[in-house]
Every structure is written in structure tokens, then in C-alpha cells.
């Protein structure tokens, strides 16, 4: 059996540097997506004030008039008797709907042209199959600001009313 020889003696390697190439490479690709952050933000801010039109750019913020603030319309729970039944039975919840009134009876002045009493009302209930009134009509509970409520109130008092969906 030959003979072993013995691993010599050295000094340890140590490689330097590596640890600071990782951080010098971190820190480069850190500033390039600061950069193109930077350059995003530019163009957002030149595309919108671009999109403004120069008349509006070129005033100072401080000379901009006050704006009024919107009051929020107030809408209300309108219930309403459609003389069509069946057409009610079309409608669900959500629908937006146009409401019509045609006078029951010629008028004495000739004005008895159907008008549009509610434009875009949503439908926020609608009766089951059975619910419908002795004449046929049937009752829809329609979402519209408190004055069209009103304005459906009255002429449903005075007209037949059905909907058109919208």
C-alpha cells in the first residue's frame, strides 16, 4: 500500500470584495428605479396638464374661482301603480326605466299627449306574479330624487302610467 502524504500546510483564502460588489450592485439597480419612477411621475404630470388645455395652465391656482360645492340630490322610495301589468312583470331590480303618463280621459283644452314624467328611474322593487291590481295594473317602487317623486305622485292620481326600460 503506498504511502499517504499529508496535506501541506496553508493559509486560509479569503476572497475580499464580494460582499461590496452585492451592495454596489443593489445600490445601482435601487437608483435606476428611482430614475425611471422619476421619469413616469414627469410625464404623468406633463400628459395632465396637457390634457387641461394651455388656457387653463397658463392661470395661477391662486386667481381660479371658488367652486360651489354640489348638494347630493335626495332620493326617495317613489311606489307606482303601472296601468300594464304584465309589463311590470318584465322589470327587475336595478332596471332604469322611463315613466309616461297618458291622461285617462280627453281633456276640455285638447291636451291629451302622453309626456315623460321620470327619466332613468331605477327599479327597487318589483311585485311577485300575483300582486296585481284589480284593473291589471300592477305597483314597481322606483328610486327618483324627492321632486320627481312628487311630479310621479300627481300623475298617478290623473293619468295611466307604464315604462319604457332605458
Known amino acids: 500500500m503506498p504511502e499517504t502524504c499529508g496535506v501541506p500546510q496553508f493559509a486560509p483564502l479569503r476572497v475580499r470584495g464580494g460582499r461590496h460588489r452585492l451592495r454596489r450592485a443593489v445600490r445601482r439597480r435601487r437608483r435606476a428605479m428611482a430614475a425611471g419612477l422619476a421619469m413616469t411621475a414627469a410625464a404623468l404630470a406633463a400628459s395632465a396638464a396637457g390634457a387641461r388645455g394651455p388656457a387653463e ?33 318584465l322589470l327587475r331590480p336595478g332596471d332604469r326605466v322611463d315613466v309616461i ?25 318589483v311585485p311577485r306574479t300575483g300582486e296585481a291590481g284589480a284593473d291589471g295594473g300592477a305597483l314597481v317602487v322606483l328610486s327618483v330624487p324627492r321632486a320627481t317623486a312628487a311630479v310621479l305622485a300627481g300623475a298617478g292620481t290623473t293619468s295611466r302610467l307604464a315604462v319604457t326600460l332605458c
Open 101 to 125: 303618463a297618458a291622461p285617462d280621459s280627453p281633456s276640455a283644452d285638447g291636451d291629451d299627449e302622453a309626456r315623460v314624467v321620470a327619466r332613468g328611474a331605477r327599479v327597487e322593487k
Open 57 to 89: 395652465t397658463d392661470k395661477p391656482q391662486a386667481a381660479a374661482a371658488p367652486q360651489r360645492e354640489r348638494q347630493p340630490v335626495e332620493v326617495v322610495s317613489a311606489p307606482v301603480r303601472i296601468a300594464d301589468g304584465a309589463t311590470v312583470r
